[in-house]
């Protein structure tokens, strides 16, 4: 299913709700090391192949062929955190992603209707009214 960038309601909740728990991706680090975007990889958490973890921020290019696993997002000391530090607000009380034209691949593809799960479901008012303007339970 598709749809109009118009049919998101901007509440924030999918931002807040898994804003602290998304898969990033080696192509997403090379691209903000190459741009030098530590004000994003900071929040970056890189499981090496070693077993060791390290700040995006202490990445190299050349250590990105040892990364295995990128976890969004994190503080930098790697402790957790309760929302997306991208995630903002705007005057109108409209959420608004604050590194809209670097987010993560994740972020770039997710839509109202990416996860036709429960959760969100319940979650995203989109969602909600797409399923009932389609006649769906
Ligand atoms: S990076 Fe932007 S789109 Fe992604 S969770 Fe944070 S605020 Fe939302
Ligand atoms: S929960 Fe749904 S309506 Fe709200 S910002 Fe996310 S995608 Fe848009």
Redo the contacts with the bound molecule.
């Keep these: 299913m598709t749809r109009d960038a118009d049919d998101c309601h901007r509440c924030g909740r999918c ?1 807040k709700r898994w ?1 602290t728990a ?1 898969a990033g991706t080696i192509d997403d680090l090379y691209r903000w090391l190459e741009e030098e975007r530590y004000d994003i990889l900071q929040y970056c958490s890189a499981r090496m192949n070693d077993g060791t973890v390290v700040c995006g921020a202490e990445l190299t290019i050349r250590d990105l062929g040892d990364v295995y696993v990128v976890d969004l997002w994190k503080a930098p000391d790697g402790s957790s955190l309760h929302t ?1 530090p ?2 903002s607000y705007d005057e109108q009380g409209l959420s608004l ?1 604050t ?1 809209h034209a670097d ?2 691949s994740v ?1 770039r593809n997710f839509t109202p209707y990416s996860w036709d799960n429960y959760e969100t479901i319940l979650d995203c008012p989109a969602h909600r009214e797409k399923k009932r303007l389609n006649g769906e339970p």
């Design positions: 931002c804003g998304l997306c991208f995630l992603c590194i987010k993560p972020c």
